[in-house]
């Protein structure tokens, strides 16, 4: 992309004018500067910029309008108001903390009974030797009878990385290449189990459970609902199908009035054998073997303006858009230098958490950097990819904040990225 101050072709006449010692001919110079060379120069300034800005958009990839947000909020301050941000799960806002006899049913059958759902605020490190530790914590129960001890686990919640994990399907039917999602906060949602709970029996009705979390109790957040920017909705065709000149199609339309105009969005439908999807003047339309009018699951994927205002950082998968991004994106250009690697992860705009320094090619992978990685496309089952007997590529990243919990979860993300281009090696990061 062209710097605009190259060149400063105003300040550049204005010196050469003083160097003109007669005050007649500095005159003329200046109005013969003025009337044509100036008018010329900004013609072709406004020319340039119009043709820059038409090249960019015929090479908009569309999946950018398909960018996916996340962020996090407590329950206190989960504003239902909000046009942009919609909880995971729409229970989350309305969610209460009840416990009653079935725990105790369910502990006599050899069952351990979810309580509730807690956020671990720290490192990817930190939650790797929690995972790996089978922890029992102790904590205690009390009831309007007494007081019982009783005995906790964590276990990762996967209802959120299950959301992800079907939005990857739905991208699919929606003919959209899959972006990764930034997973770093849904990654460390955690559900807490009951294990044991004393002499308790089923008709107390318990009031309160404390539990101690160790060295994670200052870590432990209640009652957090991650937000993202996709918003349910439910729209029935609008009209009768029109029927494909193939004889076996049908196309679905739902009027414009009926969607909103600055939102894109995903049909949700992913056991329906759709063929085509389009936007025709503001209308969806739906191609598809069905004959009659039907219901249609959609997410409505918002954009975001930028003024809104959140307790956590907003993380997403967008890059920045620029001409060079938009053709990589379009051709999926190979990376064959390492300013080719640094530029494609700063165009994710995540330098305030990590930057990228160098890499090495090792035969074997490194043990000490599995707990401060993970894949945040680990799910993709379906991919091709080169065998286990492959080298292992190691990026290394320097972190703005060396304190800042989200550092691996964000080095995660990048490396990610770098996998999908990288199918040869196994990619892992490093934080130096």
């Known amino acids: 992309m062209r710097n605009e101050q190259d060149f400063d072709m105003e300040g550049y006449i204005k010196k050469r004018m003083l160097e003109i010692t007669s005050l007649e001919d500095r005159r003329l110079f200046k109005e013969i500067t003025e009337k044509l060379l100036l008018g010329i120069n900004d013609y072709n300034q406004n020319a340039y910029k119009t043709l820059e800005q038409k090249i960019l958009n015929e090479h908009k990839t569309q999946q950018k309008e398909f960018a996916v947000y996340l962020t996090l909020t407590d329950l206190e301050h989960y504003d239902a108001t909000d046009s942009f941000m919609y909880p995971m799960i729409a229970e989350d806002a309305k969610k209460s903390e009840t416990f009653d006899g079935d725990m105790v049913k369910a502990l006599k059958k050899g ?11 720290t490192s990817v490190s930190d939650i790797h030797k929690l995972v790996h530790g089978n922890r029992i914590f102790q904590g205690s129960i009390r009831t309007q009878k007494g007081e019982y001890k009783g005995t906790f686990e964590l276990s990762r919640n996967e209802q959120y990385m299950d959301l992800v994990k079907n939005l990857y399907y739905i991208f699919g039917v929606n003919y959209q290449p899959w972006m990764t999602v930034c997973e770093a906060y849904i990654a460390k949602m955690f559900d807490v189990y009951l294990c044991s709970a004393g002499q308790l029996t089923e008709k107390e009705e318990i009031q309160d459970i404390t539990i101690d979390f160790e060295e994670y109790a200052g870590r432990v957040y209640y009652n957090m609902i991650p937000l993202w920017n996709l918003e349910k909705k439910i729209e029935k065709t609008s009209t009768y199908p029109d029927a ?24 949700m439908n992913t056991d ?7 936007r025709l003047n503001g209308d969806l339309l739906i191609t598809c073997p069905l004959d009659n009018p039907c219901e249609w699951q959609l997410y409505q994927v918002k954009k975001r303006s ?27 250009r190979s990376i064959k230098t390492k300013a080719e690697l640094a530029r494609l992860m700063e165009a994710f705009s995540y330098s305030d958490y990590v930057v990228f320094q160098d890499y090495e090619i090792l035969d074997t992978e490194p043990e000490d950097l599995e707990a401060c990685n993970y ?5 993709i089952l379906d991919e ?15 972190a703005a904040e060396e304190e800042n919990y989200l550092n691996e979860d964000i080095m ?21």
């Open 384 to 398: 091709i990819r080169i065998g286990r007997s492959r080298q292992t590529l190691v990026l290394s990243f320097t």
């Open 412 to 432: 995660s993300f990048l490396v990610t990225q770098v996998q999908k281009l990288f199918p040869e090696y196994l990619c892992i990061g490093r934080l130096v």
């Open 244 to 267: 494909c000149i193939d004889k076996v199609n049908y196309e679905h339309r739902i009027f414009s009035h009926r969607l909103k105009e600055e939102c894109e969005y995903l049909i």
């Open 306 to 332: 930028g003024k809104e205002y959140y307790l956590y950082p907003v993380l997403s998968n967008q890059s920045k858009e620029s001409f060079a991004g938009s053709l990589t994106d379009m051709f999926r």
């Open 375 to 379: 894949n945040m496309d680990g799910f």
């Open 272 to 278: 329906v054998e759709i063929t085509n999807i389009r």
């Open 111 to 121: 069952e351990k009974p979810k309580l509730f759902t807690v956020y671990l605020k």
